[in-house]
């Protein structure tokens, strides 16, 4: 499994409204929003494009491998519902908009103006220089509570930065063996 980290550091002011991703391989594309932090992580998984991405379009599917995702509620084509588990054993919820969707390519979303929570990001699939898929997930977001919410998310592991490698590599294992490995605690079960 190859796996590149694709956060430099790099952080836009909430004033900035959108940043320019020409290092992730999508000439022209931008994710919107008005958020301050944000994140990049590629794997390769040994699975064609088509398949990976008709897993992932279905979004009642990221529970099974994103470990702080509760539930995605489908409400119609475009629009979810999440509810995702924060620091301090709270839950937050918000509604998300997908923006752009080219099937077995790309799926690119931000949450709903009416959501507390603010994010927005993509996913690509792209063929893998040897063989499989290279998958690239990126993600804009706001922590909620600004630094002492990064710095609380940090504390209880919950940061972006550190969840996205985490979900990848959740991702490749149950796309690849059909489930997700867990540790003694059972803290990574799959949720089915």
């Given at each position: 499994m190859e796996q590149r980290a694709?956060?430099?550091?790099?952080?836009?002011?909430?004033?900035?409204?959108?940043?320019h991703r020409e290092d992730m391989g999508a000439a022209?594309?931008?994710?919107?929003?008005?958020?301050?932090?944000?994140?990049?992580?590629?794997?390769?998984?040994?699975?064609?494009?088509a398949e990976l991405?008709?897993?992932?379009r279905q979004l009642d599917n990221l529970p099974r491998f994103m470990e702080n995702v509760r539930a995605v509620e489908v409400l119609d084509d475009v629009r979810s519902r999440w509810t995702v588990r924060a620091p301090g054993g709270e839950t937050v919820r918000w509604e998300?908009?997908?923006?752009?969707?080219v099937p077995?390519?790309?799926i690119e979303w931000r949450t709903a103006d009416s959501s507390t929570v603010?994010?927005?990001?993509r996913i690509e699939f792209r063929d893998a220089e040897a063989e499989g898929t290279a998958v690239t997930v990126t993600v804009d977001y706001d922590p909620a509570g600004g630094e002492a919410g990064a710095l609380v998310a940090r504390l209880?592991?919950?940061?972006?930065k550190i969840q996205v490698r985490r979900d990848l590599v959740r991702f490749n294992q149950l796309?690849?063996?059909?489930e997700v490995a867990v540790s003694c605690d059972g803290a990574a079960a799959s949720r089915d």
């Amino acid at each position: 499994m190859e796996q590149r980290a694709m956060d430099d550091g790099r952080r836009n002011s909430p004033a900035t409204a959108a940043f320019h991703r020409e290092d992730m391989g999508a000439a022209e594309s931008h994710v919107a929003s008005e958020v301050n932090e944000w994140v990049g992580r590629t794997v390769t998984i040994q699975r064609s494009r088509a398949e990976l991405y008709r897993f992932w379009r279905q979004l009642d599917n990221l529970p099974r491998f994103m470990e702080n995702v509760r539930a995605v509620e489908v409400l119609d084509d475009v629009r979810s519902r999440w509810t995702v588990r924060a620091p301090g054993g709270e839950t937050v919820r918000w509604e998300s908009l997908i923006v752009e969707d080219v099937p077995d390519r790309l799926i690119e979303w931000r949450t709903a103006d009416s959501s507390t929570v603010r994010n927005s990001g993509r996913i690509e699939f792209r063929d893998a220089e040897a063989e499989g898929t290279a998958v690239t997930v990126t993600v804009d977001y706001d922590p909620a509570g600004g630094e002492a919410g990064a710095l609380v998310a940090r504390l209880f592991g919950a940061e972006p930065k550190i969840q996205v490698r985490r979900d990848l590599v959740r991702f490749n294992q149950l796309m690849q063996t059909g489930e997700v490995a867990v540790s003694c605690d059972g803290a990574a079960a799959s949720r089915d």
